[in-house]
């Protein structure tokens, strides 16, 4: 079983340059997560998306980011215009059926942000 | 509102002794807790969970947790460290809607 792809694995933008990070969730994963990870820290989420609605997204800085889950599949998080304290690592993650169950997220190898 | 505190952002242990990493909890509900576990330049990895069944959970690669209500605690065990056992570890902890909440991590440093 193919796991959570991410790309690109890394980037490096400066200051007020957008961005974007896509995710491919396993396959028949009905919620897709993304976290930030910022060095030190835990992993902080984002937004949470069950199948092409979002379920989430308290946490999101929705000056700057945005993000998408066309057709409850793939999904795009875009950062415009990016700030030195955007500098994380960027993961996705995916479970089963998420909302209100323990399902177990499976994540990617993330995608580590530096912004210059 | 939930949270996880890990005492210790760095442990280290000889190869062969017991790998204690301490996790204390919050939370409003009734918690599902769990140990995730990062390699470098990886995702994280689920090595146990605890969903209000059995307190004592056994986790992949030897690891076991125990939920101490009382002591609001999830420390993670190990009798015997292995070499491959160095790595980041997070506590987290869920209530309801299956967001997860992390600790800071702990890096587990293994000394041969």
């Known amino acids: 079983e193919a796991g959570v792809a991410q790309s690109p694995r890394y980037k490096i933008i400066e200051k007020r340059q957008s961005v974007a990070f896509w995710c491919n969730p396993i396959?028949?994963?009905?919620?897709l997560y993304w976290y930030q990870q910022i060095l030190g820290q835990g992993p902080k989420l984002l937004i949470q998306?069950?199948?092409?609605?979002?379920?989430?997204d308290s946490q999101l800085p929705k000056d700057r980011f945005s993000a998408e889950r066309l057709k409850g599949v793939d999904s795009t998080l875009k950062i415009q215009p990016a700030k030195l304290e955007d500098s994380a690592v960027y993961l996705c993650?995916?479970?089963?059926?998420?909302?209100?169950?323990?399902?177990?997220?499976?994540f990617g190898p993330g995608t580590r942000l530096t912004v210059l | 509102a939930q949270s996880v505190t890990q005492l210790g952002s760095h442990v280290s242990v000889s190869e062969g002794a017991l790998v204690l990493l301490r996790c204390n909890y919050s939370?409003?509900?009734?918690?599902?807790l769990f140990w995730y576990v990062q390699y470098p330049n990886q995702g994280l990895q689920l090595l146990l969970k605890?969903?209000?069944?059995?307190?004592l959970v056994k986790g992949i690669n030897g690891f076991e947790a125990e939920f101490k209500k009382s002591e609001t605690s999830f420390h993670l065990t190990k009798p015997s460290a292995h070499m491959s056992d160095a790595a980041e570890y997070f506590c987290?902890?869920?209530?309801?809607?299956?967001?997860?909440?992390f600790g800071t991590g702990t890096r587990l440093t293994v000394i041969p």
């Open positions: 998306f069950q199948n092409n609605g979002v379920v989430d």
């Open positions: 396959s028949g994963h009905a919620t």
């Open positions: 939370s409003s509900v009734p918690p599902y």
């Open positions: 987290a902890v869920s209530a309801g809607a299956n967001n997860l909440f």
């Open positions: 993650a995916s479970s089963l059926v998420g909302g209100g169950s323990t399902d177990t997220q499976y």
């Open positions: 605890y969903t209000s069944a059995a307190t």
